[in-house]
């Protein structure tokens, strides 16, 4: 095969239902027919030689070859669309466009909230979509394209991968909002006679928080462990554990006020976080003004400190309502 003898939008079909997981919904990404994308797909199965997807419980499960050759279509397609955004400046009150973050559930909520207030009037056609990622995949989808940019930790990526510091979160502790071991204060004593609630997605190893007690020397009763923080924090809002985790993680609750927060009475170092995007969208006009309003909408949500190194650790404040933490 010779790529001047394809068409090559049938690698957007391919992608779309790659992404979609069916071709009904590639179809409406489209805005084509069905009997069109299957079209597509009859000829790229063809080409192939290989089905490409298969239907398993109402899902098209993409075959090893698809697997195995995403990434390649994916990084093809992007590098397009990077071209002909150059050549047509991206005009977020006219262009349709549809971004792709990579993002911890415990900043989805206030990221999100601050970046959609921030765009929803002057970029009408702009869609948002956060994903989570892997981490050790992370550098490849943004190559591929599968992501615009991605939110983390500072994670040993190559220098194809660029960063910038976003957003800087202290670490806090959160308690149900009438406990009756905690007064105006928590001190270390108290901290350390509790049990605790622990979110983490490794299944072995210690957490952000217990490393940093480890090398404090402290060893805390870790009761429960779950994987997302509304879980960890609809159970801290029921019971008698405390959560130790950065100052964003009771926004996922909807009512807030359930919980009462609390400086750390331990010294741990707050949790940095960094904008990543690859080097291949650094002057990409598109990926550039995505990167603008995430750093503008995270500086909205926190001190000085955001996108900004070497600050100086902000003074910690009394116990408030977790719903005014804001203010």
Request: proline letters at 6%.
């Amino acid at each position: 095969m010779h790529v001047r003898d394809i068409d090559l939008n049938l690698f957007v079909v391919f992608d779309a239902i790659y992404s979609e997981g069916g071709v009904s919904r590639a179809c409406f990404r489209l805005n084509l027919t069905q009997p069109a994308v299957s079209h597509a797909l009859g000829r790229l199965r063809a080409m192939f030689n290989d089905p490409l997807f298969v239907r398993r419980h109402h899902v098209m499960t993409p075959t090893p070859l698809a697997r195995q050759i995403i990434t390649t279509v994916r990084q093809a397609i992007n590098g397009l669309e990077t071209t002909l955004t150059h050549t047509d400046r991206f005009d977020p009150a006219k262009t349709p466009k549809r971004f792709v973050i990579g993002l911890r559930n415990n900043l989805e909520a206030p990221i999100l909230s601050a970046l959609v207030n921030r765009i929803s009037a002057v970029a009408p056609l702009v869609e948002i979509a956060t994903v989570r990622c892997e981490r050790n995949n992370l550098e490849r989808e943004l190559a591929a394209g599968t992501l615009d940019v991605a939110i983390d930790t500072l994670l040993p990526l190559s220098a194809e991968v660029r960063r910038a510091q976003i957003l800087t979160e202290r670490i806090a502790v959160f308690a149900r909002r009438n406990h009756p071991d905690l007064g105006a204060r928590l001190d270390r004593k108290t901290y350390l006679r509790m049990e605790h609630v622990c979110v983490t997605s490794r299944r072995s190893g210690l957490s952000f928080e217990d490393f940093q007690f480890q090398r404090l020397g402290i060893q805390r009763t870790v009761r429960l462990l779950c994987q997302n923080f509304a879980t960890a924090c609809h159970v801290v809002s029921r019971n008698n554990m405390l959560l130790t985790a950065s100052e964003s993680a009771a926004s996922v609750l909807e009512q807030p006020g359930l919980l009462r927060q609390f400086p750390c009475p331990f010294p741990i170092s707050p949790h940095i976080n960094y904008l990543y995007w690859h080097a291949t969208a650094e002057g990409d006009t598109t990926n550039q003004w995505l990167r603008e309003q995430l750093l503008a909408a995270a500086a909205t949500l926190g001190p000085s400190d955001v996108g900004r190194k070497g600050s100086r650790a902000p003074k910690r404040r009394p116990p408030i309502p977790v719903g005014l933490a804001a203010e």
